[in-house]
Structures are given as structure tokens and as C-alpha cells.
């Protein structure tokens, strides 16, 4: 079993940035990527951005393109992600997930922290 604990969300105006982290425990060798996903009201989850955890390969959603940045410590075994030029439009709960070797959904997920962008 693998835990996953977000922090950092918070209320910031449009324009700031904020920087999420995950902290995984647990099985952690068993991973193989993580990813950030986050749900507005009445809206669906959707993926905001994933790493892989060795060779460090990444993709973002259109939305967030060029404005985050996802990193991680292998080492900490934890996952970051760096929100820059935030826009009313990303406040969501955003939630860590980590997927294991060989699995094609992420199998571990993390409760959540609220990011709320205010104009």
C-alpha cells in the first residue's frame, strides 16, 4: 500500500503562484509515475500533469501548459507542483495520484487540497 499526502493549497489572488507538494510512503519502489489531477465544482476530474519516476518524462494538460511545472525528489519521495501565472479557472481541489509498474490507472490517490484563485 502506498499513502499520499498533499499540502500547499491555498487562496491566492490571479497572477500568484502556489506550489503544491505530495509526499508518498509506504510501497514506494513499487510506483512508477505520479500525476496531478484536479476537480471543480460540477465538474469531472481531469489530469493536470504526470512524471514519470525514473527518466523524469512529463506532460501537462493544454490548460496548464507553459504555467506549471511538475518536479519530483525521488530521494523524499515526494512530488511537486509549481503553479505560476494562476488563473480563476484552475481553483479545483487538486489530488496527487500514483500509478504502479505495469498498471494503466493510477492505482493511489491523495485527499486532496483546495486552490482558490480569486480576480
Known amino acids: 500500500q502506498v499513502q499520499l499526502v498533499e499540502s500547499g493549497g491555498g487562496l491566492v489572488q490571479a497572477g500568484d503562484s502556489l506550489r503544491l507538494s505530495c509526499a508518498a510512503s509506504?510501497?514506494?519502489?513499487?510506483?512508477?509515475?505520479m500525476g496531478w489531477f484536479r476537480q471543480a465544482p460540477g465538474k469531472e476530474r481531469d489530469v493536470v500533469a504526470s512524471?514519470?519516476?525514473?527518466?523524469?518524462?512529463?506532460t501537462y494538460s493544454d490548460s496548464v501548459k507553459g504555467r506549471f511545472i511538475i518536479s519530483r525528489d525521488n530521494a523524499k519521495n515526494t512530488v511537486y507542483l509549481q503553479m505560476n501565472s494562476l488563473k480563476p479557472e484552475d481553483t479545483a481541489v487538486y489530488y496527487c495520484?500514483?500509478?504502479?509498474?505495469?498498471?494503466?490507472?493510477?492505482?493511489?490517490w491523495g485527499q486532496g487540497t483546495q486552490v482558490t484563485v480569486s480576480s
Open positions: 495520484a500514483a500509478r504502479e509498474l505495469g498498471s494503466s490507472r493510477y492505482n493511489y
Open positions: 512524471i514519470e519516476r525514473f527518466g523524469g518524462i512529463t
Open positions: 509506504g510501497w514506494t519502489n513499487s510506483l512508477y509515475a
